[in-house]
């Protein structure tokens, strides 16, 4: 799983160019004066964390790997 997979441009986070540092200031500039665009990236983030990465997500991958063996 890469950064990619979790974080969607403009719903869980923003991109900017690499070793540009002047959108990266802009990204942030952007984010400290919107705290509702800023709080809305998080919440989106913070679920997709959640849906891919916590106990339950391993659990429910688990069990579809053990499905699956168990149908062989």
Avoid at 8 to 34: H, K, M, Y
Avoid at 62 to 71: D, G, K, P, T, V
């Amino acid at each position: 799983s890469g950064v990619g997979e979790i974080v969607a441009d403009g719903e869980s986070g923003v991109f900017v160019p690499a070793a540009d540092p002047a959108a990266l200031a802009g990204a942030i500039e952007r984010l400290i004066n919107d705290p509702s665009l800023a709080a809305r990236l998080g919440e989106h983030a913070r679920a997709a964390c959640h849906e891919h990465y916590s106990a339950e997500a391993a659990i429910r991958r688990l069990e579809s790997i053990y499905e699956q063996l168990y149908a062989r």
